[in-house]
């Protein structure tokens, strides 16, 4: 199951477990802070231009 938003955003109300089966062991992965700025940056272009 993909995100359909920015809900795994740093600073952002997070689950911790997954929405759809209700399983505790989250897959996660550490990020750099540009990839972070980059995808919020993109999000926030994305929202612009709908």
């Given amino acids: ?23 505790r062991l989250l897959e996660t992965q550490v990020t750099s802070t540009a990839r972070a700025a980059l995808a919020e940056l993109a999000n926030k272009i994305t929202r612009l231009v709908r």
């Avoid at 938003?5 to 929405?19: K, N, Q, R």
Wanted: net charge neutral.
């Fill in 1 to 23: 199951m993909a995100p359909r938003s920015d809900v795994l955003m740093l600073g952002i109300g997070h689950f911790t477990a997954c929405p759809a089966c209700g399983h």
